[in-house]
């Protein structure tokens, strides 16, 4: 079992910026893929961004060249830092691990609570 915590999120006017940290927690043998999701109101999940375990990226075109997501191996903790942030981007964030318990083990997938993004001026 994989906790997911996440932190940061809040309200910020446009052009402003956010960092999201979000930590996985539990035992495991790899977390080959960690990332960020997003829900805006009354629509589908949609994919921000993800790194995996050897730091390549992939990111949403409505993004690129305004997030930026990074990863800590030894703190199992992904951070996206937004900027220039547009009302568009409100949304319920989501924290993503995929994570391996073994080395034999199957990939499972592990979601955080989300965490709330307002911007508005």
């Known amino acids: 079992q994989v906790n997911v915590v996440e932190s940061g999120g809040g309200s910020v006017q446009p052009g402003g910026s956010l960092t999201l940290s979000c930590t996985a927690h539990?035992?495991?043998?790899?977390?080959?893929?960690m990332g960020w999701y997003r829900q805006p109101l009354g629509d589908q999940r949609e994919l921000v961004a993800t790194?995996?375990?050897?730091?390549?990226?992939v990111y949403a075109d409505s993004v690129k060249g305004r997030f930026s997501l990074s990863r800590d191996n030894a703190k199992n903790t992904v951070y996206l830092q937004m900027n220039s942030l547009k009302p568009e981007d409100t949304a319920d964030y989501y924290c993503y691990v995929q994570s391996q318990r073994t080395i034999l083990s199957s990939l499972r997938d592990y979601w955080g609570q989300g965490t709330q993004v307002t911007v508005s001026s």
């Open positions: 539990g035992l495991f043998f790899s977390l080959p893929t």
């Open positions: 790194i995996t375990d050897g730091g390549d990226t």
